[in-house]
């Protein structure tokens, strides 16, 4: 289960590296840069 768990935080932090850089180039916002 550990594994499990280790491999979605995994997953989620890659989603967030790549959704930034792609909310950053359609429009750039304050709110977004918090992101």
Partial sequence: ???LKT???L???V???TLK???H???YTPE???F
């Fill in 21 to 23: 850089p792609r909310f």
């Fill in 7 to 9: 491999m979605v935080g």
């Fill in 11 to 13: 997953q989620k932090i």
């Fill in 32 to 34: 977004l840069g918090t």
């Fill in 15 to 17: 989603v967030l590296h």
């Fill in 25 to 27: 180039r359609r429009n």
């Fill in 1 to 3: 289960m550990f594994h």
